[in-house]
């Protein structure tokens, strides 16, 4: 008897995030514009709430940031204007939209995003928790650096290089 393809995929493709989700080690996935129509037969990955939310933060029990793939990839790009698409990867359950150029369109992405959170409730409470998500990943991994102490101005190689360019700028 052969085995639906959707238990397939959770014994063979998803074996190795299930047991690296539950050991701690993943802290952020990025989704694929992908489909995988034993999970959501209507939505590719970044889109679909029964992957991003049902599957991973659900059945798998993943916490950690979920990030789009740029979402100026053609199998997006093609089919949605850029700033419904971020809103879709919100209400599906991602945290961090990748929108890597055209700086208008960011704009007008965080505008409609922005505008559409002040009505939808359920969409203000996701991105309160991507949010929490956000800063939890960034107090772990992204802590400041020690500021250089001040006594290296003036030692000799700072003297060596004001000596150099001086004859450049008199």
Same mark, same amino acid.
């Given at each position: 008897m ?6 397939l ?8 995030y299930?047991r690296?989700i539950k050991?701690g080690?993943?802290k ?6 992908v ?11 970044? @889109?679909? $709430?029964?992957i !991003?939310t049902?599957?991973? &933060?659900?059945?798998?029990?993943y *916490?950690?940031l979920i ?9 997006i790009s ?15 359950g991602g ?17 409609r995003?922005t505008?559409l959170?002040g009505?939808d409730? @359920?969409? $203000?409470?996701? !991105?309160?928790?991507?949010? &929490?998500?956000?800063?939890?990943? *960034?107090?772990?991994?992204c ?5 250089p ?7 000799r190689?700072?003297?060596?290089v004001v ?8």
């Open positions: 052969l085995k639906s393809p959707g238990r995929l959770w014994k063979r493709d998803l074996f190795p299930r690296l050991e080690i993943i952020t996935l990025m989704t694929a514009h489909r995988y129509p034993a999970f959501d037969p209507e939505h590719c990955a970044t @889109f679909s $709430r029964a !991003l049902e599957l991973l &933060r659900g059945r798998i029990g *916490r950690g990030v789009s793939d740029d979402l100026f990839m053609k199998a093609d089919r949605f204007d850029i700033p419904s698409a971020v809103i879709r990867f919100f209400e599906a945290d961090i939209a990748l929108v890597c150029k055209e700086p208008e369109v960011q704009t007008e992405a965080i505008i995003v505008e959170a009505k409730r @359920f969409l $203000r409470d996701h !991105l309160q928790k991507s949010r &929490r998500r956000i800063e939890r990943i *960034r107090r772990r991994f802590r400041p650096k020690a500021l102490s001040l006594s290296v101005i003036g030692c190689e700072h003297r060596e000596e150099a360019l001086t004859p450049i700028f008199v």
